[in-house]
């Protein structure tokens, strides 16, 4: 093993450098070049510690720059899906609530196996969060991010 590893960083054993990651705007993780090939940051750090590199590997925080150990988590798709942060062009401030135009209200709707499910209509927005909030309590337990 060449690296060691420290608080979501790799050192080269050698002179226990830390290893320069790189990031680029077609790539949004830290990356780390392994011979001559580059690679995310995060699952090399994985590998480092399980000893297998997973098909999806997940910042748990959502902070893609945190490489610890404890907040990386091996994970499905549509598990890394639920765990996205909120999009910044949605016509609300909240996630899985939206501007309904023909109803005039807030709606709350979120994907649920597969299926686009509706949780109401709403005339107060805090009111729509709050129940998109457990909703995804419910519905996406420890995936779930509510923001």
């Not at 150990?69 to 899985?96: A, G, Y």
């Not at 994907?111 to 686009?116: D, K, L, Q, T, V």
């Not at 709050?130 to 991010?145: D, I, M, N």
Request: hydrophobic share 30%; net charge positive.
């Amino acid at each position: 093993n060449t690296y060691t590893y420290q608080h979501g960083k790799l050192f080269r054993k050698s002179n226990g450098k830390e290893v320069i990651c790189s990031k680029s705007k077609w790539h949004r993780y830290l990356r780390i070049g392994i011979n001559g090939k580059a690679e995310a940051l995060h699952r090399v750090i994985f590998l480092y510690h399980h000893g297998y590199m997973p098909k999806i590997t997940d910042h748990i925080d959502g902070d893609r720059y945190n490489n610890k150990i404890e907040n990386l988590r091996e994970v499905t798709q549509q598990q890394n899906c639920l765990n996205k942060k909120h999009h910044k062009n949605s016509s609300s401030p909240f996630k899985n609530v939206y501007w309904h135009k023909v109803m005039s209200k807030w709606i709350v709707c979120m994907n649920i196996n597969g299926a686009r499910k509706i949780f109401g209509y709403f005339d107060d927005i805090d009111l729509a969060d709050l129940v998109a909030q457990e909703a995804r309590s419910k519905y996406h337990g420890e995936f779930a991010r509510n923001y």
